[in-house]
């Protein structure tokens, strides 16, 4: 958009329980506020990763590349084609990180035990 102009906030990183940072999707790129709000304190504090920016700066601009880098440790997946996981794949799910849980189910209906 252009300067000046107000950005709608398409995505929060975070539980929300110990901080939420604010994303805007900007034609195919991430723009991040530098500021992330911390409930348990009850204040808002430097985005990580923004530390080297200016305090008048009001956050940083990311590439699709390295938003789809940032999104996929946030959710469980994402369409080929954008930025914004679908509602039911918000939030970090089992297989982001372990891999696909076939062999466990397997596993578990071979034996429960």
């Known amino acids: 958009g252009e300067a000046g102009e107000p950005m709608p906030l398409d995505l929060v990183f975070g539980s929300g329980k110990s901080g939420a940072t ?3 999707v900007v034609d195919d790129e991430f723009f991040e ?3 992330t709000w911390v409930p348990t304190a009850g204040q808002w504090f430097v985005t ?3 530390e080297r920016l200016a305090g ?3 956050g940083m601009m990311y590439t699709a590349e390295q938003a789809r880098t940032c999104v996929l440790c946030h959710a469980t997946a994402l369409p080929d084609d954008g930025l914004v996981p679908p ?3 918000r939030g970090i799910g089992c297989e982001t990180c372990h891999g ?3 062999e466990h189910v397997a596993a578990m209906k071979a ?3």
């Open 22 to 24: 604010y994303v805007s």
């Open 87 to 89: 509602p039911a794949l």
């Open 33 to 35: 506020l530098h500021r």
């Open 56 to 58: 008048q700066n009001v």
């Open 100 to 102: 696909p849980g076939q």
């Open 111 to 113: 034996d429960p035990k």
């Open 48 to 50: 990580p990763g923004h």
